[in-house]
Structure formats: structure tokens, C-alpha cells
């Protein structure tokens, strides 16, 4: 699987017209992105974009880009996130202490697109090795990227496109909690209108077909929150 596949982006930088290049071709490159231009305003929108990647620039009006870093870093819900920071500091101590940071690649403005490009994949691969493997498993699922088939406890499992993309979803991070809004963005796509009962109705049907033959079911509903992929249920 490419790392980029469906990978959204959060940028937190404050240029119009950066963003707008930024935009376009992360865009074209098939990336999802999400623009935040105050510092103050970058961590709600991890949490509300969950993003898998942020772009950041270095300075940001109100909260800096190295502080918004090391508070990225501290958050055990975005710790793991990696982050590219963006400046126009070409001082060695400084690329030095962006990296300290927590950031994970340091560009200095102007760059190519096709440089930045370049440094996320490689940075994708870093965080994401799962990303990179032709097939996801959680405890006796398996899921084959290449082929497009699931196998449970060695039977094949034949799911509909829908179900296999929300059965990929949930798969490449078990664990987490995904909110029907969440699972609609990544599934549907941000532009496709559908209602938030839809993904319930995917999810039974993931259900059904997950758990023929009275197997355990490792989707977790979350009152409230959404689901996830977790055999410890509660």
C-alpha cells in the first residue's frame, strides 16, 4: 500500500499563498488536507482532523511552530504524528533545534514541491511501516491489500468494497476510536454527502460477515465516540 493513500495532511502556516501551493499539490498527489493559519488553533484541529501527517511552519502568529511542536510531542494523543516543519531559518543550530523539538524532517523555505514530496513519503514510511506492507493482520484477520480479500481463522471473508475500506480503516491502527464522522471522511471521502447512520449499517454488515460461524467480534462499539477495532471489548 502507498503511505499516501488517503493520508490526510494538517497545515498549520499562516502564508496564503504557501498554503495554496500547498494545497494544490498535496491535492494532486492524492493527499487529504486540512489548513489551520492561527498557532492557537493547531491542536483542537489535531484532535478534530486527525491528521497523519502536519506540515509546520515555523512561525505562526500567537503560538510558535516549536512550541506547537514540543505540545504535539507532550500529547499522548498526537505524540506519535509526524511533523515537518517549514521555515525560512537556515542556521544550523536552529534546523538543530527544530529537530530537538520532536520534528521529524526540516525544510527551509523556498523548496520544490517535488522536494517536499519527497521528504513526506519518506517520513510516511518512518512513521507508518504498516502503510508500506501488502497485507494488515490483527489476531486471526487478515486482510490482503494486493488481492483485495480477507481471510479469518484460514476462510476466505467476502466483503463488500465499503466493508473492505472500513475493515482497512480500522485495521492499519486497532485501538483506536474512530467517530462515524471520522469513518465517513476516511471511507466516503470528504466531498460525498452521506448521513452518519450509513456508517452503522457498513459496520453490521462488516459484523455479520467478520463473525459467520459464531467467531469472537473485535469491533468495539463506543457509546457515543464510534468504533474500533479491539477484541478486548468491553
Same mark, same amino acid.
Given at each position: 500500500?502507498?503511505?499516501?493513500?488517503?493520508?490526510?495532511?494538517?497545515i498549520?502556516?499562516?502564508?496564503?499563498?504557501?498554503?495554496?501551493?500547498?494545497?494544490?499539490?498535496?491535492?494532486?498527489?492524492?493527499?487529504?488536507?486540512?489548513?489551520?493559519?492561527?498557532g492557537?488553533?493547531?491542536?483542537?484541529?489535531?484532535?478534530?482532523?486527525?491528521?497523519?501527517?502536519?506540515?509546520?511552519?515555523?512561525?505562526?502568529?500567537?503560538?510558535?511552530?516549536?512550541?506547537?511542536?514540543?505540545?504535539?510531542?507532550?500529547?499522548?494523543?498526537?505524540?506519535?504524528?509526524?511533523?515537518?516543519?517549514?521555515?525560512?531559518?537556515?542556521e544550523?543550530?536552529?534546523?538543530?533545534?527544530?529537530?530537538?523539538?520532536?520534528?521529524?524532517?526540516?525544510?527551509?523555505?523556498?523548496f520544490?514541491? =517535488?522536494? @517536499?514530496? &519527497?521528504?513526506?513519503? %519518506?517520513?510516511?514510511? +518512518?512513521?507508518?511501516?504498516?502503510?508500506?506492507?501488502?497485507?494488515? #493482520?490483527?489476531?486471526?484477520?487478515?486482510?490482503?491489500?494486493?488481492?483485495?480479500?480477507?481471510?479469518?481463522?484460514?476462510?476466505?471473508?467476502?466483503?463488500?468494497p465499503?466493508?473492505?475500506?472500513?475493515?482497512?480503516?480500522?485495521?492499519?491502527?486497532?485501538?483506536?476510536?474512530?467517530?462515524?464522522?471520522?469513518?465517513?471522511?476516511?471511507?466516503?471521502?470528504?466531498?460525498?454527502?452521506?448521513?452518519?447512520?450509513?456508517?452503522?449499517?457498513?459496520?453490521?454488515?462488516?459484523? =455479520?460477515? @467478520?463473525? &459467520?460461524?459464531?467467531? %469472537?467480534?473485535?469491533? +468495539?462499539?463506543?457509546?457515543?465516540?464510534?468504533?474500533?477495532?479491539? #477484541?478486548?471489548?468491553?
Amino acid at each position: 500500500m502507498n503511505a499516501k493513500s488517503r493520508a490526510r495532511i494538517l497545515i498549520v502556516e499562516d502564508d496564503p499563498a504557501l498554503i495554496e501551493l500547498l494545497k494544490y499539490n498535496l491535492q494532486a498527489e492524492g493527499f487529504e488536507t486540512a489548513v489551520v493559519e492561527d498557532g492557537d488553533d493547531a491542536m483542537p484541529a489535531l484532535d478534530d482532523e486527525q491528521p497523519d501527517l502536519v506540515i509546520l511552519d515555523w512561525m505562526l502568529p500567537n503560538t510558535s511552530g516549536i512550541e506547537l511542536c514540543r505540545q504535539i510531542r507532550q500529547n499522548p494523543a498526537s505524540k506519535d504524528i509526524p511533523v515537518i516543519m517549514l521555515t525560512a531559518r537556515t542556521e544550523e543550530t536552529d534546523r538543530i533545534r527544530g529537530l530537538k523539538t520532536g520534528a521529524d524532517d526540516y525544510i527551509v523555505k523556498p523548496f520544490s514541491p =517535488k522536494e @517536499l514530496h &519527497a521528504r513526506i513519503d %519518506a517520513v510516511m514510511r +518512518r512513521a507508518y511501516p504498516e502503510k508500506q506492507a501488502p497485507s494488515l #493482520a490483527y489476531g486471526d484477520i487478515t486482510l490482503n491489500l494486493e488481492e483485495h480479500r480477507v481471510i479469518r481463522d484460514g476462510d476466505t471473508i467476502h466483503l463488500g468494497p465499503t466493508e473492505f475500506r472500513l475493515l482497512q480503516t480500522l485495521m492499519e491502527k486497532p485501538g483506536r476510536v474512530y467517530s462515524r464522522e471520522q469513518l465517513l471522511d476516511r471511507v466516503w471521502g470528504r466531498d460525498v454527502y452521506v448521513e452518519t447512520r450509513t456508517v452503522d449499517v457498513h459496520i453490521r454488515r462488516l459484523r =455479520k460477515a @467478520l463473525n &459467520a460461524g459464531n467467531r %469472537a467480534d473485535v469491533i +468495539r462499539t463506543v457509546r457515543a465516540a464510534g468504533y474500533s477495532l479491539d #477484541a478486548q471489548k468491553s
